[in-house]
């Protein structure tokens, strides 16, 4: 069943974005080279207790970071260690969560560590970017959560190929409700499958996690015997983007945005939702 939010509810969720959203701002500043995913994690930890937000990911089914850090070939779910040091012409996705009030937001980005990154892993970070924004200019009331699925996929699909011949949008995992928990229905895929039919009606108090992830090369991909880091088959580097998402009456508002997400969505036509903490 997919969870409807009040105003006063979505008002939270919110609060809880406004904190993953400095949590990402410090973060991607610290990103540099020399610097370990530990020390990040770190300074994740430090921005939840100075906001008075607590973590979503720490302990989430045994996991030990307060943030995912997923470097080059990792997709997802990477675990923050002293051992995983950036170097330069890396990328690394944050995946940061915080709830506040018993409230959930949740968003990822993907950081370029240093110089000298090829212009093919740009312009990934670029496709994926902008994928999510097609996605969630596509969350309108009335609509179908078809609809969010089949813009995500109908932009990459538009891009010119990669060097690599191919962008491998990833299957096996993709967004979600959010809400009083992290995880909720409904799932997001970021492709069309026809066999799911056309999903749920897009209703105001519905909040979705988009996030596409993709890679410059497979869409296949497999778990690393710690049980949580997701890396392509193929070694080919991925990225990660993803915003937390309410839909009201007045339309969508990007709630892991520092602006709601006003300025790109005016980009696409579309006008966020009023702020309700402005």
């Not at 994928?131 to 969630?136: D, F, K, N, Q, V």
């Not at 299957?171 to 056309?198: C, K, T, W």
């Not at 339309?251 to 402005?278: C, Q, S």
Request: aromatic letters at 4%; proline letters at 5%.
């Amino acid at each position: 069943m997919v969870e409807i939010k009040t105003p006063e509810q979505i008002a939270k969720m919110r609060a809880a974005g406004l904190v993953v959203a400095e949590m990402h701002r410090r973060c991607a500043a610290a990103a540099v080279p020399g610097v370990s995913t530990a020390e990040l994690d770190e300074i994740a930890a430090a921005t939840l207790r100075e906001m008075g937000a607590k973590p979503n990911f720490l302990g989430y089914g045994g996991f030990t970071g307060n943030i995912c850090t997923s470097v080059n070939d990792v997709v997802v779910h990477g675990i923050p260690g002293p051992e995983t040091v950036l170097a330069s012409g890396d990328i690394i996705s944050i995946d940061a969560g915080a709830v506040v009030d018993g409230w959930h937001a949740d968003a990822a980005l993907t950081v370029f560590v240093g110089e000298g990154h090829p212009e093919e892993v740009r312009e990934l970070s670029r496709v994926t970017d902008a994928s999510l924004w097609a996605g969630i200019a596509a969350m309108r009331k009335g609509g179908r959560l078809v609809d969010i699925s089949k813009a995500v996929e109908g932009y990459i699909r538009r891009q010119p190929r990669p060097a690599s011949g191919k962008y491998g949008i990833i299957e096996e995992y993709g967004g979600h409700g959010i809400g009083s928990a992290m995880h909720m229905d409904p799932h997001v895929l970021n492709y069309v499958e026809r066999r799911r039919g056309r999903g749920p009606k897009l209703v105001p108090g519905m909040c979705l996690a988009i996030e596409p992830m993709v890679s410059l090369g497979t869409a296949k991909t497999h778990v690393l015997d710690d049980e949580w880091t997701v890396k392509t088959n193929d070694g080919s580097w991925a990225a990660h983007w993803e915003h937390s998402v309410a839909l009201t009456e007045q339309g969508p508002l990007v709630l892991t945005a520092v602006d709601g997400g006003a300025a790109r969505l005016a980009e696409l036509g579309v006008r966020a939702a009023p702020d309700p903490l402005a």
